[in-house]
């Protein structure tokens, strides 16, 4: 996996994307079919932790399953407050990321159903694991002890403590972004540089990858993609491969990835029950206003 800086390899999907909300504006049209995968939920209940399909909070809210359900219908306008009786707190599901180990899954039937050759990974470059604006967040617990020490605690220790592990935060980050990449986001009075592929609304940092790179869920800590220590960075917003038969998209603001492909592709990630997918095309609105089956929830 190496990052590249031809981004006409994009150029085809650019003149492929129409309808900024839709199906086809996020993956490219001209398929013969397209999947919607869900990205899971994590329930909470004291220490206990579950993944949840999106059926399982519908099933408890009374509401309906179906190719356009939006999380945000499923859970309403607070969603952080959700608790069902029994103790179980799901959260939202993560929006513009495929979790490494669906990814490896999917790619199974990309191989199945493709050819094998080189593929490209397009990474959006407002993530702050790669473009140097995310901060780590810090959480400090009750402190102990007379009143002199809490003091000097707050004052002088606490501070010192927070600025070191900022400065190695930084460190660590800096190190898990790959020269070229971080080359590649480097801006000119605020702009972009030609080393990005430029999508309506969008730009992405290239990388060349196999399939089978891809079907090792630890790969993104060695892609140079800002992946250290504890903590998860970003995963590709696009993938394609070089015929362009198939493409896998993850549009940042949507909880859910959608693959454009062959029928029997399509079929494949349908009835495999590793994922919680529909069948869409390509004029379906996947804004929160495009599920009208379920009314908002004040």
């Known amino acids: ?138 959480f400090w617990g009750p402190i102990d002890g007379p009143p002199w020490w809490r003091r000097w605690y707050f004052r002088v220790f606490r501070p010192l403590i927070n600025h070191q592990m900022r400065r190695r935060h930084h460190a660590e980050k800096m190190a898990s972004i790959a020269p070229d990449i971080a080359r590649a986001l480097h801006r000119t009075d605020g702009y972009a540089g030609p080393l990005l592929l430029h999508l309506p609304a969008r730009e992405y940092v290239l990388l060349t990858a196999t399939l089978d790179e891809l079907a090792d869920p630890t790969w993104p800590r060695s892609a140079g993609i800002g992946w250290h220590g504890s903590f998860s960075g970003p995963m590709p917003a696009l993938i394609w491969p070089d015929d362009h038969a198939w493409c896998v998209a993850t549009e940042i603001d949507f909880d859910s990835t959608l693959v454009g492909g062959s029928r029997s592709l399509v079929d494949a990630i349908l009835t495999d029950d590793t994922f919680e997918a529909f069948e869409v095309h390509p004029d379906d609105d996947l804004t929160w206003d495009g599920d009208t089956i379920n009314p908002p929830v004040s």
């Open 1 to 138: 996996m190496q990052w590249t800086g031809e981004v006409a390899r994009g150029d085809w999907i650019r003149d492929r994307l129409a309808g900024w909300g839709n199906v086809g504006g996020v993956v490219p049209r001209g398929f013969e079919a397209y999947a919607r995968i869900l990205h899971p939920i994590t329930a909470y209940r004291g220490e206990e932790t579950v993944p949840w399909r999106w059926a399982e909070v519908a099933a408890r809210t009374g509401r309906t399953m179906h190719p356009l359900v939006q999380s945000q219908r499923l859970f309403g306008s607070e969603p952080a407050d959700l608790e069902f009786p029994d103790g179980w707190s799901p959260s939202l599901p993560e929006e513009g990321r495929l979790e490494p180990e669906l990814l490896a899954q999917l790619t199974g039937h990309l191989r199945t159903h493709g050819r094998e050759q080189a593929i490209t990974l397009g990474v959006w470059c407002g993530w702050g694991e790669i473009n140097g604006s995310s901060t780590p967040m810090l």
